[in-house]
């Protein structure tokens, strides 16, 4: 049984019926390529340099380099530094140098 969009109205209780709203970070998993400084990052992981290097090469805070990790893993889902570079390998996102 299909219901016309008058029913659908009328089952809602009579209120408009609206789209759901994304969350922020739902928003930001969509977009699932890492930005220009998130690459750097993974080249930098998968060239063996702890946080703490990266921190220093990139004059971050190592907050920072955990935060861009956490949002690197996210969008591309992935749990650790050993699947980042793999994953990083395997799709060409960092160069060979």
């Known amino acids: 049984m299909e219901l016309r969009m008058g029913e659908r109205y009328q089952e809602a209780g009579g209120k408009k019926l609206e789209k759901k ?3 922020r970070k739902e928003t930001k998993l969509r977009n699932r390529r890492p930005t220009p400084r998130e690459l750097k ?3 930098a992981v998968v060239a063996g340099y702890t946080n703490r290097d990266i921190a220093q090469k990139f004059s971050l805070s190592e907050d920072t380099v955990k935060h861009h990790l ?3 893993f996210d969008k591309l889902g992935v749990s650790n530094r050993l699947e980042l570079a793999i994953m990083a390998i395997s799709r060409a996102l960092v160069s060979n140098s």
């Open 21 to 23: 709203k994304r969350s």
């Open 41 to 43: 990052i993974v080249s």
């Open 70 to 72: 956490t949002n690197i």
